[in-house]
């Protein structure tokens, strides 16, 4: 095995804690030269990581450190939130994390960002992309991504993992409320009407009876889904769509505002976030995604919401104990973002409530 992890905690936010991790890895791995090494730190790490990336640097004999920090974090062992942490993944024999100049269409590319580097130019380049958006709890920051040891001054980081073959999946994790209706009558991120109707009234009809209440609606649990392309009817069944959080419900005119500008005659559809739908749509995944890599992966990288961790789930991540009882020992790493990158409906795109998961074998 020359592909492992470590995680280590503390009390205080040592960089030795980042070099912790990493021998960890290496002991596992049986490595004592590392080619590359993927490191998540939490928080506390944020505002100047650069002696824990010299101390994982040494502790691996490697110069290409590549990760950033995020409101917590995971490997095959344990998650981690509210204390620092720092974890690890070594890369050794012919698998590594590789620069990437010319990005080709089809070429699979980790990719992580901060919130403020995140642009529509950058997301669309050739490459399909997977990975996370760096962050803290509050979404306000600081946020570091770092690449060859070094803080990213773009605040972006993109490699593509040489030596594997990978499968990259996506679990938005929602349940429908209703099937797809048109947007009759919107105005930028306001929703007017649709189906001819007003729709927050729309939406309200939809709603499980105890959530019906317009004063108290769960809107952090709603989302809009905005179809694309194809048979409408066939969208939700086939995934074919993306999610939209919503902002705020507007009782004076009925209308709701979403995150995201519309276009009448789109189609779309109300969803809810709900820890079975999301366990179940997360099963599906794995299920397409083990069948198409054909054979036991033998590492996984998995970038869920920081809103569908284990606070979503109840105190226990559902999503990294499905991957784990599916794949047992199999080296895996990730952190709880801002919002997910990943590859859906034919593009790239920027994810809200989704877990991304990758798996990769040698090739």
């Known amino acids: 095995m020359t592909i492992a992890t470590g995680l280590a905690t503390a009390h205080i936010a040592e960089p030795q804690l980042a070099a912790k991790a990493v021998q960890a890895a290496m002991e596992k791995a049986g490595l004592t030269i590392a080619s590359s090494v993927l490191l998540f730190l939490t928080?506390?790490?944020?505002?100047?990581?650069?002696?824990?990336?010299?101390?994982?640097?040494?502790?691996?004999?490697c110069a290409r450190i590549i990760g950033c920090s995020a409101a917590g974090i995971f490997t095959e062992q344990d998650w981690v939130l509210d204390t620092p942490a720092a974890a690890a993944m070594v890369f050794g024999g012919d698998v590594s994390l590789a620069p990437e100049m010319n990005p080709q269409a089809d070429n699979l590319l980790l990719s992580l960002a901060a919130p403020n580097a995140l642009n529509s130019a950058w997301i669309s380049e050739p490459g399909r992309r997977f990975g996370g958006i760096s962050g803290d709890a509050t979404g306000q920051g600081p946020f570091k991504v770092w690449c060859g040891a070094r803080v990213a001054a773009s605040g972006r980081c993109e490699t593509r993992l040489a030596g594997a073959r990978g499968v990259v999946g996506v679990s938005q994790g929602i349940r429908a409320l209703n099937e797809p209706l048109e947007i009759t009558r919107a105005s930028g991120y306001d929703l007017v009407t649709l189906g001819r109707q007003p729709a927050l009234n729309v939406l309200a009809r939809e709603l499980p009876l105890d959530l019906r209440a317009l004063d108290n609606l769960p809107l952090h649990l709603l989302m809009a889904g905005i179809v694309d392309g194809g048979d409408p009817a066939t969208a939700i069944g086939q995934g074919r769509f993306r999610l939209a959080p919503i902002i705020s419900a507007n009782s004076e005119d009925r209308s709701v505002t979403l995150s995201t500008r519309l276009t009448p005659g789109e189609r779309m559809f109300w969803a809810i976030r709900q820890p079975l739908s999301a366990e179940r749509d997360m099963r599906l995944t794995l299920d397409k995604l083990e069948q198409e890599i054909g054979e036991m992966p033998d590492f996984g990288l998995l970038f869920p919401c920081m809103g569908r961790g284990p606070y979503f789930y109840g105190g226990v991540d559902r999503d990294l104990d499905l991957v784990r009882r599916r794949f047992p020992g199999m080296p895996l790493i990730g952190f709880y973002g801002n919002g997910e990158i990943g590859p859906l409906n034919g593009a790239n795109q920027i994810l809200q409530y989704a877990a991304v998961l990758g798996l990769f074998r040698r090739v």
Do not use: I, T
């Open 43 to 61: 928080p506390e790490f944020a505002r100047d990581p650069q002696p824990a990336l010299l101390a994982a640097s040494r502790a691996s004999s």
